[in-house]
């Protein structure tokens, strides 16, 4: 069994899960690191990653190319991991996709919602459900175990746009099942968090810069800036050092103050 800790971080071949992942690696994690189109990690990628382990690269990271939205796969996934490394500390439930069009919602098709519902909501559901349940035992193996489950959504759980309802419908999926599984497995001491991100500069806001650039400079959020996915890896890293001991099934707003009410 590795001596060390372990993370799974999905979706963490770029933006939010790669910072994750190397803010992990800081905190001498060892990572699995997964993404369902990416066959392998940049160049940049690895030096950042060889940069922290140096020699122990090989030993601490493995990279899963895999599906979490396919059953078989994420049981493929979870396996490798058992197989490699024999534990798990933290779950990252970072994968996501936004609709392959925007459409409005009196136009959007099926197979769109089902697609992102499957990937964004479901995927990690059932995942969840797997690691969970492996969690359980590892409690009744490991001393001093302490595992973390937390999920990254979005502003787009409470915040309506017509033109990509679907994946505000996953995201605001994705509060409900934060609330489940906090309930669910407090009793066993695994507290489960939510991170909401607000507007982040990452590939999948690329297409979008011009417009939130101004909303920003307008006034959209009350920290004139937008969000870096350091911010959001900062925020696990508060989560995994114990510092918030007295907390499950809570949602850390990461959004530049967004989600304020203001007059």
């Known amino acids: ?79 490798k991991v058992k197989t490699r490394f024999g534990r798990i500390d933290v779950l990252i439930n970072n994968a996501g996709i936004a609709p392959p069009e925007r459409k409005d919602i009196l136009n959007a098709s099926e197979s769109s919602f089902e697609k992102v519902l499957k990937v964004n909501v479901q995927g990690p559901y059932f995942l969840t459900q797997l690691v969970a349940n492996w969690m359980l035992k590892l409690r009744e193996e490991i001393i001093n175990y302490n595992p973390y489950i937390i999920n990254i959504s979005s502003i787009s759980s409470f915040t309506s746009s017509p033109s990509r309802g679907e994946y505000c419908i996953s995201k605001a999926a994705m509060t409900m099942m934060t609330k489940l599984y906090a309930d669910r497995l407090s009793e066993f001491n695994i507290p489960v968090y939510e991170i909401q991100p607000g507007i982040i500069k990452t590939r999948m806001t690329s297409s979008v810069k011009e417009k939130y650039d101004h909303l920003i ?25 114990g510092l918030l001991p007295y907390s499950t099934g809570d949602i850390i707003h990461i959004d530049g103050g967004f989600h304020l009410k203001r007059l």
């Open 1 to 79: 069994m590795e001596k060390n800790k372990v993370a799974l971080i999905t979706g963490s071949t770029s933006g939010i899960g790669k910072a994750i992942a190397i803010q992990l690696a800081k905190l001498n994690y060892s990572l699995i690191i997964n993404g369902a189109r990416t066959t392998q990690l940049s160049e940049e990628y690895n030096n950042s990653l060889k940069e922290i382990y140096n020699d122990a690269l090989k030993n601490r990271i493995i990279y899963i190319q895999a599906d979490i939205s396919k059953k078989s796969e994420r049981i493929t996934l979870v396996e």
């Open 217 to 241: 400079n307008e006034g959209l959020t009350p920290i004139k800036r937008w969000g870096l996915p350091e911010d959001i890896a900062k925020t696990v890293k508060a989560i995994v050092s």
